[in-house]
């Protein structure tokens, strides 16, 4: 039989990055943590083989705190995994959707299904994660109460989905990344992702770019952060196509070394394809 691996992630079971760990890893124990803080402190310490966070979506765009917190843990990036999001309308068995006066749910997924719930003319109220909303109606016995979470939070407490796929926008995705306290060892198509600061002069960010379209790297994408107590100073976190072992990486790296103030990788793994 082969051996389970504890797989921190943030939220209550039924939460969508449980239901992302189940579909990255072959073989796990998912631990549920209360916070993205408690995943990174959980693979950290040893007591998770493995974290699982979210980094952006698809609609609502990048989730800063995660980056904030790869920037202050040693862990590595060794995989990705992208969600297709499907929120449910969740309340008590044989409630009806007429019968909903209030809507709860995690900041995020109130907003992906803002124009349904307008459309239903229903109040809303946020509270910590999706799944957590289900736990929290199930216990508050309210029946004019819905939830929004993932069709597997309703089959865990036992409740009624009233309507599945209630987001506005279909192509709703969330990219989750795994993270380990050593690095991998990818194969095939490889993703890096790097995070660096750089003097604050006229045209570094543009030298800092160019290191990297003088070797025809493809970057997928660039999230700018505030450098903590440095103000107007950023730090720069980059995505690009490639292993950072391989020659024409190392180069622009080394290149890159040039202008930065400080260079650090966050790590190389497979891109996802579904």
């Not at 299904?113 to 910590?128: N, Q």
């Not at 994408?221 to 490639?242: A, H, M, N, Q, T």
Request: some cysteine; aromatic content about 10%.
């Amino acid at each position: 039989m082969e051996d389970k691996i504890k797989v921190a992630f943030q939220g209550e079971p039924g939460a969508y990055s449980e239901e992302a760990g189940y579909g990255y890893y072959d073989a796990m124990e998912m631990v549920p943590q209360e916070s993205f803080e408690a995943v990174f402190e959980a693979v950290a310490s040893g007591a998770c083989e493995s974290g699982l966070i979210p980094i952006e979506n698809s609609l609502a765009g990048s989730i800063h705190h995660n980056y904030d917190l790869l920037l202050r843990h040693e862990l590595h990036i060794v995989g990705e995994y992208l969600l297709r999001v499907r929120h449910c309308l969740i309340s008590f068995p044989g409630v009806k959707q007429s019968e909903i006066k209030r809507v709860i749910s995690q900041p995020q997924a109130l907003g992906q299904c803002a124009g349904f719930l307008r459309e239903m003319g229903v109040k809303t109220e946020p509270v910590y994660d999706t799944a957590g909303s289900v736990k929290m109606l199930k216990n508050s016995g309210e029946r004019t109460t819905a939830a929004i979470a993932s069709k597997r939070a309703a089959k865990i407490y036992e409740m009624q989905i009233i309507k599945e796929s209630i987001e506005d926008n279909q192509e709703n995705y969330t990219r989750f990344l795994a993270l380990s306290k050593t690095p991998g060892t990818p194969e095939g198509e490889i993703k890096s992702s790097i995070v660096f600061t750089l003097k604050n002069i006229p045209g570094a960010l543009f030298k800092a770019l160019s290191v990297f379209a003088l070797r025809d790297i493809d970057l997928t994408k660039i999230e700018s952060r505030p450098l903590p107590g440095k103000s107007w100073e950023y730090l720069f976190y980059v995505d690009f196509i490639g292993a950072v072992g391989e020659e024409t990486a190392r180069r622009a790296l080394d290149h890159l070394g040039e202008y930065a103030l400080m260079v650090r990788v966050l790590g190389s793994y497979p891109i996802f394809r579904s």
